[in-house]
C-alpha cells in the first residue's frame, strides 16, 4: 500500500535525491588544502609537464594515440578540473575572509581596551602630577631649612650679646 501524505499535518516531503550530510569544518579544511595546493608554483610545473606530455605522446604517435589532434580528452580533463577548482577556491576563499572578519573585530575590541587602558593611565599620571604641585620637594625643604638655621643663629647671636643697661 502506498504511503499517502497528509495535507492538514507538517512534515518532510521524501525526496528521490538522497539527503548528504557533510561536516562544513572537514569539507572546509579540504577546499583550503587543495586551494594552498593549487596555488603553489610546483602544482603548476607539474601540471604543465603532464600537459605538455600529453601533447607529445599524442602528436609523436598517431596511430596509437587515444587523444588526436583537437585533444578533446585533455580539454575535458582541463574543463572538469577547473570547474572544480573554482568552488572549493571560492569556498576557501570565504573561509579565510571569515577568519579575517574575527580576527579584525578581535583586534578592535583589543585596540579599545588598549584605548581605555592608556586614557586611565593619562588621567593618574596627571593627578599625580597635580598632588606633586602640592607635595614639598627636596630643594624647598632645604630652602625653609636654612631660612630656620639663620633665624636660629640670629636669635642666638642675640641672646648671647651682653645686655646694656
Known sequence: MAKQERLDTPGRRSSWVPRMHLDQDTFGS??????????TASFLLWMSVL????LIFNISMPGVAPDPWPFMFLTLALSLQASYAAPLILLAQNRQEARDRVSLETDRQVAAQSRADMDFLAREIASLRMRMNDVATRDFIRSELRELLVEL????????KPVKS
Open 51 to 54: 600537459i605538455v606530455g600529453w
Open 153 to 160: 643663629q640670629a636669635e642666638d647671636a642675640e641672646a648671647d
Open 30 to 39: 579540504f577546499a583550503e588544502s587543495f586551494a594552498r595546493l593549487m596555488g
